[in-house]
């Protein structure tokens, strides 16, 4: 059984921390970029990439094989090379890279995941039946379809789910909490939203608590053992959660929309609408029930050295709160694990205290 995901996270980060060399900048300000073989010990393959994507690479690597850290890794001494199974992965790493660049002109069209498909072992039989992989969304090259709304219709109607413009605007802060549901183990989870772009949640576990949070120019997370700054990517992916008014800003955010046909989601078919072109915005995929207009999922890809690392959230239980419908469930979907938030109160135009959004310095 695999681990808890939240503190399959945490170690993640713990990680992390550990194996950095040495920096004492301050959370609130990003340090210069380094590479992975300046910030991080024993690193043979992927010296230079910036040093910010390779914790994001080694969680493609435990996705596409379904494994977690200590596959490769000795536990707590992760520059160790005592195991058989690092110096394959090295290896498995290099012809990847090499297929790619001569074949693909560099272009990440091969990856982990295209042989492992979940599995520590390459899969090299053709699935049948239910058990046969369905094609791997693609996020370029997509054509719309003439049978289907266009994007503004979609999106209008979202905008009219959840109550319109004017009742989204009028709402300046919310305050959520419920419980987080990770793996069968349940937690208390507090959630702070000020307009336009803040986001701090709050999750107690056993000793301490573990924040993500997001103000609008940095991010962080914090657990008992240390603090993790996030890297621009993952700030830009939290700048997304955060945004308070994202039914009314969407067409801000991105410049190119591309119906496509969606598939059943909880019993409800769905139209999904592609963004691309936001700039530092990752590209997104969005998913509307096709009666309520409402949003029901969302998939986002972070970039990694290796290939495209997807982050899925589903959202259901929509309510109204103060003339707007918000979603009073959510689950967060990553290779390798998941959770569930479900809100059971919900306060809107409340003051926030200002203090939650200020970084802690690095523990």
Known sequence: MKKNFCFSACLILIVALVLRTGSTADARFPEEQKTAAQQFKNIQVLKDIPADQLIPTMQFIAGSLGVECEFCHVEHQMDKDDK????????MMAMELAINKDNFDGNLNVTCYTCHRGTAHPVSIPLLGADAPKPAPHLHGEEGHAALPAADELLNKYLGAVGGADALSKIHTRVQKGTLDAMGHKSEIEVYSEAP????????????????????????????????????QEREAARIDAELYFPLRVREMYKQFRVLPGEPINGHDTYLISATGGDVHPALRLYFDQQTGLLVRQIRYAETAL???????????????DGVKIPYQWTLWRPGGSFTIRIADVQQNVPIDE?????????
């Open 307 to 321: 290939g495209r690392l997807p982050t899925q959230l589903d959202y259901a239980d929509y309510k109204d709160a």
């Open 197 to 232: 772009e803040k986001r701090v949640s709050i999750s107690k576990i056993p000793n301490g608590s573990s924040v993500t949070a997001f103000n609008g120019e940095v991010g962080w997370l914090t657990i008992p053992n240390g603090v993790h700054r996030m890297t621009a």
């Open 355 to 363: 203090k939650l959004f200020v970084p802690p310095a690095d523990k």
């Open 84 to 91: 058989k199974e690092k110096k394959t992965a090295r290896k």
